[in-house]
């Protein structure tokens, strides 16, 4: 029990350096969520120590609770992902929850068929896509874990310039998820003028296609129609990535105080990637997220996960081939 508390204790004291140098790391998600597991494993062991039926009791509730909700877990993300094809479109960013949930039922039906056949080879495949998922599943909790607990660190720093993400439009249309973010973004200037400052709003965004003016145009608009002073918006119109909304927002800055300080405004399913990008950018700000449709968050979700995945793709790629090609090792 002692030793489990220790091992927390280490790591939770090693994210607390971590955040307090940068809260805006993937490896403080790892820190955190390793201090957790450890303090959940020594108090476990003290729970036995005071009564031993009781220890037995929560863990065997914990082993039968991993299938339950696997389970639960594929039958949600299929049927929001049908509610995501009906509302959204059969854009291939769309069909992550979908997929991700027939994945699962996949899985589980050929672990089903590897163990009634009693196959060597199938069953080694079983266990190189189970000890895959397994770290990518354990990536993935710290990724949650760690987005809702940077979501919830408020900023008290002033700030100089509040940036807004583009999301796309409809045309010239400003639609619901962008306005969510502009709506967000005017609260925090609203905010920062209630307090005598007098911040700046960029409109980070350029024209994509199907759109018939650039993002920034038409998030600069929405604003002035809802009361921001037009003098007070700066239009980012050239990016085309959330990297370069980051990059060319920061030359902007940088242009009128080279000692700024922001707040970046996104959803925020996407408020812990843009923090990430925003620390490559090298852009002086933390990044609050807007609210977001509930049947949107999951794929979302998953969408933004991938992405950071992908963002470390060696180290990650290295280590899932590992794991792997492991279990074949026996048949060399």
């Known amino acids: 029990m002692t030793i489990c508390f220790s091992i927390a204790g280490f790591w939770f004291l090693i994210f607390g350096i971590s955040f307090l140098y940068d809260r805006r790391l993937f490896r403080n998600s790892i820190f955190l969520v390793l201090a957790i597991m450890f303090a959940g494993l020594g108090g476990l062991f003290a729970i036995a120590e005071v009564n031993r039926t009781?220890?037995?009791?929560?863990?065997?509730?914990?082993?039968?609770?991993?299938?339950?909700?696997?389970?639960?877990?594929?039958?949600?993300?299929?049927?929001?992902?049908?509610?995501?094809?009906?509302?959204?479109?059969?854009?291939?960013?769309?069909?992550?929850?979908?997929?991700?949930?027939?994945?699962?039922?996949?899985?589980?039906?050929?672990?089903?068929?590897?163990?009634?056949?009693?196959?060597?080879?199938?069953?080694?495949?079983?266990?190189?896509?189970?000890?895959?998922?397994?770290?990518v599943s354990f990536l993935f909790v710290c990724f949650l874990i760690y987005a809702f607990v940077y979501s919830r660190v408020r900023s008290s720093r002033k700030i100089d310039f509040v940036i807004v993400l583009g999301s796309g439009l409809r045309g010239s249309r400003v639609p619901p998820l962008l306005a969510s973010?502009?709506?967000?973004?005017?609260?925090?200037?609203?905010?920062?003028?209630?307090?005598?400052?007098?911040?700046?709003?960029?409109?980070?965004?350029?024209?994509?296609?199907?759109?018939?003016?650039?993002?920034?145009?038409?998030?600069?608009?929405?604003?002035?129609?809802?009361?921001?002073?037009?003098?007070?918006?700066?239009?980012?119109?050239?990016?085309?990535?959330?990297?370069?909304?980051?990059?060319?927002?920061?030359?902007?800055?940088?242009?009128?105080?080279?000692?700024?300080r922001c707040l970046i405004v996104t959803n925020n399913f996407h408020a812990f990637r843009a923090a990430l990008t925003a620390r490559k950018a090298k852009v002086n700000g933390q990044v609050v997220g807007s609210p977001t449709a509930r049947y949107y968050w999951p794929t979302a979700t998953i969408r933004e996960f991938v992405a950071i995945l992908f963002s470390h793709k060696w180290i990650n790629g290295i280590i899932c081939g590992f794991l792997f090609l492991l279990p074949f090792v026996q048949f060399i």
Do not use: C, W
Not at 80 to 93: F, H, I, Q, S, Y
Not at 100 to 106: E, R, S, T
Not at 196 to 202: D, Q
Not at 224 to 242: C, N
């Open 54 to 135: 009781l220890a037995e009791l929560v863990a065997y509730g914990i082993i039968f609770l991993i299938p339950v909700t696997i389970g639960v877990l594929a039958i949600f993300l299929t049927v929001n992902g049908v509610t995501m094809l009906r509302r959204e479109g059969r854009r291939p960013a769309n069909l992550l929850s979908l997929a991700a949930g027939i994945g699962i039922f996949g899985l589980v039906i050929f672990g089903i068929i590897s163990q009634l056949l009693e196959s060597r080879p199938l069953s080694a495949l079983l266990t190189a896509i189970g000890g895959v998922l397994t770290y």
């Open 181 to 260: 973010r502009l709506d967000r973004g005017k609260l925090v200037y609203d905010r920062a003028v209630r307090k005598g400052r007098s911040p700046m709003i960029i409109t980070a965004g350029g024209q994509g296609p199907g759109e018939d003016i650039p993002e920034s145009h038409a998030m600069a608009t929405y604003l002035v129609e809802r009361g921001v002073p037009a003098d007070q918006i700066l239009r980012e119109d050239k990016s085309t990535t959330t990297t370069e909304n980051l990059r060319f927002s920061r030359a902007l800055m940088v242009a009128r105080n080279p000692k700024y």
